[in-house]
């Protein structure tokens, strides 16, 4: 009996920017026809090139995925392979092997490189952490083993975001190897992303106290040592800016000179769409007189330009660097309770400052670009730019800074 295969391409689902799902017509063509029983087979073209090719690649091309599926005809038709017997071949090969063709499968998707990396290096971390060499060895019960045995760097289990990231990284590449015939059925059978009732936490946070940020500050500022490439004078303006606004590390590693006002009596920056965790451009955050003063030397003192990042240098490891550097200045890192103070804390210290000044939940919510009000008290106040300039711009004035690691303005830097 002829086998005949057709071309189809299954609809996708995806979102738009306010959050709903809409369904579409893919674009990847798939295979599809059925056996002498008249079972139904449907299969992605990434598979069909693989078994010819050794490449899995989807085809978006219909002229092209035509072709394969002729192939595929023509090899029905000789009795040179069928489907009956590939899932063996494939659990024969090293699981690092299909580890390598999902790798590039994931790197050639839409989306950001940091997700598509993060994807990618937390299977890996699976597959070494679990000891799995083959197919046969993706087991439920192993993974969920090995993921109750991950802890922070300080110690602590993991919390449920981070768990529900593994979750979906491994549940993403066993659909890989469903869809694409290495594995006929779904290895982890009721797998599924802890809820939200699961109430731990990566790190349970505290900000820092106003007495603690001068000391924190002070201490930085009499150092020589520089800690993984930024200098004292570096730390001592990334801290004041992340206490000042309350920006995250991401944030502050894609500012650019040109998203800061710094003169005028209201000196405020504007967080761009793409630094921004919700995506979109955020309101402007005032800085205060003191801050825009030492931002200005320290764009003159660094000879940066409108589209230079204010923090080219800042490493993935700031909590290393705030902890080493606390510890320095001899405040603690962790109190009582297990709450550390990590750069993050910074933030939380943000917010802290804004409540001690008397700022209304409301302002801090927008202030803190929260997306739902529960992140920071269940309520909304309608607020005005103006009155967020105003009342981020209320905090106390930042330490001045030392002449001894920024000259003044004016003053010959030294630099050639």
């Known amino acids: ?37 008249g079972k139904l087979y449907r299969k992605s073209s990434a598979n069909i090139v693989r078994l010819f090719t050794g490449e899995s690649i989807g085809i978006k091309n219909k002229r092209i995925a035509q072709q394969y599926a002729t192939r595929l005809e023509e090899r029905f038709a000789q009795g040179e392979f069928s489907l009956t017997g590939t899932i063996a071949e494939e659990k024969r090969r090293p699981l690092t092997e299909h580890y390598t063709d999902y790798e590039k499968v994931v790197l050639a998707r839409e989306g950001t490189a940091d997700h598509k990396a993060d994807t ?10 679990c000891g799995w060499k083959s197919l046969d060895d993706i087991k439920k019960g192993r993974f969920e083993a090995w993921l109750g045995e991950q802890k922070t760097k300080t110690g602590q289990p993991i919390g449920r975001e981070t ?34 009732k699961d109430k731990d936490r990566k790190y349970r946070r505290i900000p820092l106290t106003w007495e603690h940020v001068v000391l924190l500050l002070k201490s930085v500022e009499e150092s020589t040592i520089t800690r993984r490439g930024l200098t004292p004078l570096d ?29 005028g009596d209201q000196p405020t920056v504007i967080l761009p769409a793409d630094a921004a965790k ?36 800042l490493p993935d490891r700031t909590a290393e660097v705030l902890q080493a550097d606390l510890e320095a200045a001899g405040l ?31 302002t801090r919510q927008k202030l803190m670009h929260h997306s739902t009000p529960e992140l920071t008290a269940n309520t909304y106040a309608p607020v005005v730019d103006v009155e967020l300039i105003r009342a981020s711009a209320s905090l106390p004035g930042v330490p001045t800074i030392s002449d001894s690691i920024l000259p003044p303005a004016g003053c010959d830097s030294g630099v050639e």
Not at 120 to 129: A, L, S, T
């Open 278 to 313: 919700n995506g979109s451009e955020t309101p402007p955050t005032g800085l205060g007189v003191e801050l825009a003063g030492i931002l200005r030397r320290y764009v003159s003192y660094q000879e940066l330009g409108p589209d230079d990042h204010l923090f080219a240098r």
């Open 163 to 196: 768990k529900n990231r593994y979750i979906w990284a491994l549940m993403n590449f066993a659909a890989y190897l469903v869809e694409n015939g290495r594995l006929k059925s779904n290895p982890l059978p009721g797998l599924k992303k802890a809820k939200k």
């Open 120 to 129: 990618i290096n937390r299977v890996k971390k699976i597959i070494d952490g």
């Open 235 to 263: 730390r001592s303006v990334l801290y004041r800016l992340a206490i000042m606004t309350g920006y995250r590390r991401g944030a502050l590693r894609k500012l650019r000179v040109r998203d800061f006002q710094l003169d």
């Open 1 to 37: 009996m002829a086998y005949t295969v057709s071309l189809f391409q299954p609809p996708i689902t995806r979102k738009k920017k306010d959050g709903t799902k809409y369904k579409t017509k893919g674009e990847v063509w798939w295979l599809a026809w059925r056996d002498t029983r």
């Open 332 to 362: 603690p890192t962790v109190d009582g309770q297990g709450r550390v103070v990590d750069f993050h804390a910074l933030r939380y210290t943000y917010n802290h400052l804004l409540s001690s000044r008397g700022v209304d939940l409301g």
